[in-house]
Nanobody, 119 residues
Framework: VQLQASGGGLVQPGGSLRLSCAVSGNFYSINDMGWYRQAPGNQRDKVATISRLGTPMYEDSVKGRFTISRDNAKDTIYLQMDSLKPEDTAVYYC??????????????WGKGTQVTVSS
């Protein structure tokens, strides 16, 4: 199983970016998925998660600015980031809890995509 994240880049404060994360490989289904971020010198923190049924949860600092969504047919999640701030600068990682045909769950991480918010 592999997670491929994309969509990062350089954006000015107040701008927008949309991240995508596609899951590929052999598996039965995907449960919770989420986005995390890690700034230099900091630990990796949760940004937003979404259940298989589409219930989102957000870290307080991104509520009202970020929107997480998923397309189960494409095994992909998205993170729409609006009103970006310099403090949103970090490497963004996606995570997925993947079930095999015996319903055994394994957590996988993508390699990360850099988001830089700067003028």
């Amino acid at each position: 199983v592999q997670l491929q994240a994309s969509g990062g880049g350089l954006v000015q404060p107040g701008g927008s970016l949309r991240l995508s994360c596609a899951v590929s490989g052999n598996f039965y289904s995907i449960n919770d998925m989420g986005w995390y971020r890690q700034a230099p010198g900091n630990q990796r923190d949760k940004v937003a998660t979404i259940s298989r049924l589409g219930t989102p949860m957000y870290e307080d600092s991104v509520k009202g600015r970020f929107t997480i969504s998923r397309d189960n047919a494409k095994d992909t999640i998205y993170l729409q980031m609006d009103s970006l701030k310099p403090e949103d600068t970090a490497v963004y990682y996606c995570k997925a809890r993947v079930l095999d045909e015996e319903y055994y769950g394994t957590t996988y991480w993508g390699k990360g995509t850099q988001v830089t918010v700067s003028s």
